[in-house]
């Protein structure tokens, strides 16, 4: 090799060490997922001006409005079985398909609820 491709390739490998070696202190410090404000963990439910469980205030209510949600959809559902009946066999009325999809939105909010 010529003298001067042998010294850029030196000088090249000798650049790509010490990139690489000033790379590595970077990979060892902290992420910016463990730079950011952490919370203190702690296992005490927060309270609420009253002194009751927000934990406890949240899911009752969660479940009140479940409930609330819930009867909403009998009714619904109750009325779409009249309509059905009084319809007759062969017609269906435009007003049933707007009442299912009233069900399946009222049963969605249900479940959404249901698994918080």
Partial sequence: MPPSRRSALCA?????????AQA??????QSPEDQRL????????????DGRSQKNAIAKQQHE???KEANQLVSVAEDLR??????????????SVKKT????????????????
Avoid: C, M
């Fill in 12 to 20: 090249l490998s000798a650049f790509l060490l010490h990139r690489r």
């Fill in 24 to 29: 590595q202190p970077i990979q060892d410090q």
């Fill in 38 to 49: 952490k919370l203190p963990e702690t296992n005490e439910d927060p309270r609420l001006p």
């Fill in 65 to 67: 409005q479940a409930l």
């Fill in 82 to 95: 009249d309509e059905l009946q009084k319809a007759g066999t062969y017609v269906v009325p435009v007003g």
């Fill in 101 to 116: 999809e009233e069900i399946e939105k009222l049963a969605k909010r249900i479940r959404g609820r249901l698994k918080f």
